[in-house]
């Protein structure tokens, strides 16, 4: 395990240079935030209704009463409107987006979710493929190749005339920008000593929230959704001008020997499944935290600020903590708030103030970003450098899983959406068990091998004396700790 430190002695230490180096991988965490934030403006549907059509009031696709002469094309009672949609204002700041484009309101509805988890499951296999492709490849060649896809993709999008291929296209652009952001993320944790690991992480995280808060603005200025996809992908191209400095190279280590009989590997099948489990729940309940939130439908910003906002703040939160308690410690006591505000919303949400259910929905929304964001950072501080992009790859790519699950339940009317608060508040509670067996990795170098991993990973319940490094909620190092560890490893 102290390989790593040895080639930082090596080359210097995380001096002037390397420390330069990693905070200029925060610019392009700007450009990859404005194309990601991206999807929630192209998705915003603004005030409608059907223009000049005499047999329709000038009301939202509600079913309607017709007179006897006018024929009826569907069973509801609603019938396609013969005369165009007018849309009252802009979506977004965008007068034309492909929702006001393609008028997919009302019959066509369905189109949007659609699109939305066309776009998630994109980022989901972007992270699963590419995050292999790291550990394979190279961090430099995954953030290459995932920019130059990205920026061509953009072009498509932006030249793009039907609804498939707009589909098609999104998919593949949405793999390969988080493609890019998850190998940078990986380069600038492996660039960094372990003292500096958080405060670059959370930096990276902070800039991504300037591109989210920037996308309105760039939006007012081009009020076309297809002007803003073109600039969107020369944002993505000028990072191109950044891989020779901003993404170093891993070179990943041999791949080991076969482990042998004693070796504690069910604790990092624990780590494995942990991780994703956290991802999961943080980014299905969000959505719940938004519904209490904002019951009626809300007007774009409200939301939209109020969740990066809350971003920003859990960064700074983790900034604050995460070094001074432990990694652990905070992911489980924001794990147990994500469990405290579910429980109270579905339990007393009809018989709380209003003002109650406000502080909850805030303080929901504000822990699941926090378990997010540090679920991202100690799983990739866990994961041996062998398999650190992959198993990073499939812990967002669960996150995104779980944001799915809103937009098809948005597809069938937002039928089950309640049942879908209580899975997502069950399975909180049983992550909130297995935080308590996961390892402390504040202060340690990054395992390289899967051996390295497993005496990091070992069971802090199941076995040891009082005094090991590893029984929960404990500092991450005590004297003969790792002297004993060396000795059963």
């Known amino acids: 395990m102290e390989h790593e430190a040895r080639v930082l002695r090596l080359a210097g230490g ?6 330069l180096l990693a905070a200029a991988s925060w610019l392009p965490c700007v450009a990859l935030g404005l194309a990601l934030g991206s999807e929630l403006l192209l998705t915003a549907l603004p005030a409608h209704h059907c223009g000049s059509d005499p047999a329709r009031a000038p009301s939202t696709c509600l079913p309607l009463s017709y007179p006897e002469s006018v024929p009826r094309a569907g069973s509801d009672g609603a019938r396609p409107c013969s005369r165009g949609w007018y849309y009252a204002q802009p979506a977004a700041d965008l007068l034309r987006s492909p929702v006001t484009q393609r008028n997919l309101v009302c019959e066509d509805g369905w189109k949007v979710p659609l699109e939305q988890v066309d776009h998630l499951l994109g980022r989901l296999l972007g992270c699963v493929l590419l995050g292999l492709g790291c550990d394979w490849f190279g961090r430099r060649a995954v953030f290459v190749g995932s920019l130059v896809l990205a920026t061509g993709l953009g072009v498509g999008e932006a030249l793009v005339a039907s609804f498939p291929a707009l589909l098609t296209l ?14 940078l993320y990986v380069a600038r944790l492996e660039l960094c000593d372990p003292p500096n690991r958080l405060a670059f992480s959370m930096g990276a995280g902070l800039f991504s929230v300037v591109g989210t808060l920037l996308l309105p603005g760039l939006a007012l200025l081009a009020q076309d959704w297809q002007l803003l996809q073109g600039l969107s992908a020369l944002a993505t191209g000028l990072l191109l001008l950044f891989w020779g400095a901003g993404c ?30 956290l991802q999961l729940i943080s980014g299905g309940i969000r959505a719940s ?17 109020l969740a990066a906002g809350l971003e920003a703040a859990a960064t700074v939160f983790l900034l604050l903590t995460a070094d001074l308690w432990g990694r652990r410690s905070v992911l489980l006591l924001s794990t147990l708030v994500l469990v405290l505000a579910s429980q109270l919303l579905l339990a007393g949400a009809q018989y709380l103030p209003s003002w109650m259910v406000l502080f909850l929905s805030v303080l929901g929304l504000l822990a699941s970003q926090t378990v997010s964001a540090l679920s991202s950072l100690f799983s990739a501080e866990i994961f041996p450098t062998v398999i650190r992009g992959a198993g990073l790859g499939l812990v967002l790519g669960a996150g995104f899983l779980g ?6 339940t948005t597809m069938h009317g937002r039928h089950g959406f309640f049942l879908q608060h209580v899975l997502f508040a069950s399975f909180a509670l049983l992550a909130l068990l297995c935080v308590l067996l996961l390892p402390e990795s504040r202060g340690r170098t990054l395992p390289q091998s899967l051996q390295e991993a497993d005496r990091l990973c070992r069971s802090p319940l199941l076995r040891g004396c009082p005094r090991q490094d590893l029984l929960p909620l404990l500092p991450a190092s005590l004297p003969g700790a790792g002297t004993q560890l060396a000795q059963e490893g």
């Open 14 to 19: 995380f001096g002037r240079a390397r420390c």
């Open 170 to 183: 999104r998919l593949l652009r949405g793999g390969a920008l988080a493609g890019a952001s998850l190998a």
């Open 248 to 277: 170093a190279v891993r070179r990943t280590p041999p791949a080991p020997a076969p482990l042998s009989p004693g070796a504690p590997a069910h604790t990092r099948h624990l780590e494995e499944r942990t991780h994703p489990g």
């Open 289 to 305: 935290f938004l519904h209490s939130l904002v019951p009626s439908e809300p007007s774009f910003y409200w939301p939209y600020f």
């Open 403 to 408: 944001q799915a699950a809103v937009p098809l």
